[in-house]
Antibody
Framework: QLQLQESGPGLVKPSETLSLSCTVSGGSVSNSSHYWGWIRQPPGKGLEWIGGIYYSGSSYYNPSLKSRVTISVDTSKNEFSLKLNSVTAADTAIYYC??????????????WGQGTLVTVSS | SYVLTQPPSVSVAPGKTARITCEEN??????LHWYQQKPGQAPVLVID???DRPSGIPDRFSASDSGNTATLSITRVEAGDEADYYCQVWDFSSDHMVFGGGTKLTVL
């Protein structure tokens, strides 16, 4: 069964870079049948899409975050990663990684990691 | 920009039918998905491609869309259905994903 697991620091200082990885088990990030994505949720608020990537490296980002976000994929480690630079308190959120069910950006997110809380604070 | 509008909250008595709406321009042409998120948990897909129910989702969950409004319906509501519900589409015009603001379903 497919499992996704987020990992990375739970505390990041303002102006620094938030870095998270999503390790895929029970499946392959190189599977050409799926896209992969990052979504975040500030405490007590709704879901916000950050961006997504295909194993080839093709990616899309939320226009509101695009200038600060980089998503990459490492097929050798079977994981994909998120970097968000110049963070502020507004970036404090639970960060989820997820899988698109098909090789379509419009396809649903059918498998999610448990999420990891990242707090931005000095 | 593309916006999906959901009511912040919906309340329903056990055994009744809950209806949660998601409004957008020309939603009939979109591939809309619905997620359920219980407290402290990751979202779970409950409806995909406007009206389809993924494997394992009870048939009490259904959805429809008409004009600019999509509706998630939950019949014979149970206490365990209490959760936040989000609609989601892919905006083809600007190539990004959009979520509705979410609706908190309270079972009275």
């Amino acid at each position: 069964q497919l499992q996704l697991q987020e990992s990375g620091p739970g505390l990041v200082k303002p102006s620094e870079t938030l870095s998270l990885s999503c390790t895929v088990s029970g499946g392959s990030v190189s599977n050409s049948s799926h896209y992969w994505g990052w979504i975040r949720q500030p405490p007590g608020k709704g879901l916000e899409w950050i961006g997504g990537i295909y194993y080839s490296g093709s990616s899309y980002y939320n226009p509101s975050l695009k200038s600060r976000v980089t998503i990459s994929v490492d097929t050798s480690k079977n994981e994909f990663s998120l970097k968000l630079n110049s963070v502020t308190a507004a970036d404090t959120a639970i960060y989820y990684c997820a899988r698109h069910r098909e090789q379509l950006w419009s396809s649903p997110l059918d498998s999610w990691g448990q999420g990891t809380l990242v707090t931005v604070s000095s | 920009s593309y916006v999906l509008t959901q009511p912040p909250s919906v309340s329903v008595a056990p055994g009744k039918t809950a209806r949660i709406t998601c409004e957008e321009n020309n939603i009939g042409n979109k591939r809309l998905h619905w997620y359920q998120q219980k407290p402290g948990q990751a979202p779970v897909l409950v409806i995909d491609y406007d009206t389809d129910r993924p494997s394992g989702i009870p048939d009490r969950f259904s959805a429809s869309d008409s004009g600019n409004t999509a509706t998630l319906s939950i019949t014979r509501v149970e206490a365990g259905d209490e959760a936040d519900y989000y609609c989601q589409v892919w905006d083809f015009s600007s190539d990004h994903m959009v979520f509705g603001g979410g609706t908190k379903l309270t079972v009275l």
